[in-house]
Every structure is written in structure tokens, then in C-alpha cells.
């Protein structure tokens, strides 16, 4: 059954701490997505990756960071750099940059993270 | 760049009646436009896309929408709603070509009742 997965599904992290959220697609997909999702504020974009060992920043990479060392997957780091964390974050792929149907994005269920 | 604005944050219909979400876009080229329904905890669902050709497109659970140049709109319509199409809209538009990041609007919260 093919699909992103996000791990885990509610994460918790004190003040100051690192934390890396997980995303896996097992839909053969060439790039991925991060965005961060606030109550009355949409979707912003955080980083993106549309090869393996590449990835660009969004409109909000500050204190962030990401890796894409294998197709399948491509981990969201949350640094004590980022000023205020707590938020839902989805990941997303698409097949990659062909023609318009290869840029459809599927998403995952989400990870919602609280910083107490 | 581009930009999505929806108007209406939240927009509260009792069932069976018809629905309209509203979404206007702004772009200097030409775009993609898509709809997505997110329920709550969870990700984002494609409810439809217009890419080319007609502007009247159909998608999933009934709901259609229609693409308008001239007014740079993408509303989305369902002529009969049920309690389970309570959830948030969004609204997305991506440039045409490649290698184009998608830009979504705020969101619209349906909110049906009996």
C-alpha cells in the first residue's frame, strides 16, 4: 500500500532542544516537501528536495534543517534556532519535475509538535 | 510570485444546502489551481486541479470548480453538502513549469450542520 508516513504523530520537546521529525514515501517519488501549518496562516514552505543528495530552501527555512540521503526519505531537524516551533508540520511528494501532473503533491498525515 | 486569497475563514451552511469557497489568485504568468481538503489531525487531500482546457472541472465528493481568467478566481461549488464534508479548504496555485513550488491560500473552514 503505497503512501507517506510522518513519525511520530504528537512530539513533545522542552525549550532548547533539537528534535527531527520523520518522512518516508514508498511512491518512488523524486521530490519531497516540508511545510509548517499555523492555525489561520495556510501552508509555508520550509525546505524542498527534488533529487537525492539536493534540497532548497522555502519561504521559512530559518531554523531548519533537512537531509535527503536516500530517495525514500527526508528528515525535518527543528533547531533551537527556530523561535517559536510549535505548529503542525506536513510532508509531501511529487513525482518530480516533469509535465504538470508530475508536480501533484500527496501528503502525509502530519506530526504535531509542542514545545512546553 | 504568485499569491491565493481566501476571503471567507470560515463559512457555516446547514446540510443539503448548496456551497460556494471562494478563492482568487494573483500571478503575472500562467497557473496551475488546485483544492485540497484537510479533516482535522490530518494531511491534505486533492479534491481537484485545473491544469488545461476546460474550466469547468469535477472532483472528488461531488465538488466542482470553476477556473475564470478574466477574474483570476478558482471558486469551489457542491450543490448539496453533508455533515461529512465539514473540514478546512485550501486553496493552492503553482506556476506553470517546472521545478514551481506551490503557494496556498489561508484556508476556509466548512462547517455543515443539521
Known amino acids: 500500500d503505497g503512501g507517506i508516513t510522518q513519525s511520530p504523530k504528537y512530539l513533545f520537546r522542552k525549550e532548547g532542544q533539537n528534535v527531527t521529525l520523520s518522512c518516508e514515501q514508498n511512491?518512488?517519488?523524486?521530490?519531497m516537501y516540508w511545510y509548517r501549518q499555523d492555525p489561520g496562516q495556510g501552508l509555508r514552505l520550509i525546505y524542498y528536495?527534488?533529487?537525492?543528495?539536493?534540497?532548497q530552501k522555502g519561504d521559512i527555512a530559518e531554523g531548519y534543517s533537512v537531509s535527503r540521503e536516500k530517495k525514500e526519505s527526508f528528515p525535518l531537524t527543528v533547531t533551537s534556532a527556530q523561535k517559536n516551533p510549535t505548529a503542525f508540520y506536513l510532508c509531501?511528494?511529487?513525482?518530480?519535475?516533469?509535465?504538470?501532473?508530475?508536480?501533484?503533491?500527496?501528503f502525509g498525515p502530519g506530526t504535531r509538535l509542542t514545545v512546553l | 510570485a504568485q499569491s491565493v486569497t481566501q476571503l471567507d475563514s470560515q463559512v457555516p451552511v446547514f446540510e443539503e444546502a448548496p456551497v460556494e469557497l471562494r478563492c482568487n489568485y494573483s500571478?503575472?504568468?500562467?497557473?496551475?489551481l488546485f483544492w485540497y481538503v484537510q479533516y482535522p489531525n490530518q494531511g491534505l487531500q486533492l479534491l481537484l486541479k485545473?491544469?488545461?482546457?476546460?474550466?469547468l472541472v469535477k472532483g472528488i465528493n461531488g465538488f466542482e470548480a470553476e477556473f475564470n481568467k478574466s477574474q483570476t478566481s478558482f471558486h469551489l461549488r457542491k450543490p448539496s453538502v453533508h455533515i461529512s464534508d465539514t473540514a478546512e479548504y485550501f486553496c493552492?496555485?503553482?506556476?506553470?513549469?517546472?521545478?514551481?513550488?506551490?503557494?496556498f491560500g489561508t484556508g476556509t473552514r466548512l462547517q455543515v450542520t443539521l
Open positions: 500571478s503575472s504568468v500562467s497557473v496551475y
Open positions: 509531501a511528494s511529487s513525482i518530480g519535475t516533469g509535465g504538470p501532473s508530475h508536480n501533484e503533491q500527496f
Open positions: 485545473y491544469l488545461s482546457g476546460s474550466t
Open positions: 493552492a496555485v503553482r506556476r506553470t513549469g517546472t521545478a514551481s513550488k506551490l503557494t
Open positions: 511512491l518512488n517519488h523524486d521530490a
Open positions: 528536495s527534488q533529487i537525492v543528495n539536493d534540497f
